[in-house]
């Protein structure tokens, strides 16, 4: 018993030629990946890009935040200021009277 996976069929040369290309470029581009993912050098380009760009956005928040701070009032500030002094000689106050 012959199965119809197994039979022999006609083989197109020109087909088996393009499939063997096929093949042999998609093994090329498997073999391209696996180096390109195993290099020592290019996992240190990309460790120093991920580096690169945290650097970068560190950068940018710490330009947010001078940004930020120069927008404070300094008047609003040192009313805060005071503020805060008052409320806690007004603490200290209280607390030696209730001793």
Do not use: F, W, Y
């Not at 199965?3 to 083989?11: H, L, N, R």
């Not at 290099?39 to 928040?61: D, F, G, T, W």
């Not at 200021?81 to 007004?90: D, S, Y």
């Amino acid at each position: 018993m012959a199965d119809a996976e197994t039979e022999s069929k006609p083989v197109d040369p020109d087909a088996l030629v393009a499939d063997i290309d096929r093949t042999r470029a998609q093994l090329a581009s498997t073999i391209d990946a696996i180096t390109d993912r195993v290099s020592p050098k290019k996992n240190v380009e990309r460790a120093l890009e991920q580096v690169r760009e945290r650097v970068s956005q560190a950068q940018r928040a710490l330009e947010e935040v001078r940004e930020r701070a120069s927008q404070i009032d300094p008047i609003m500030a040192g009313a805060a200021a005071a503020a805060v002094a008052i409320g806690v000689t007004a603490l200290i106050l209280l607390r030696r009277r209730r001793h």
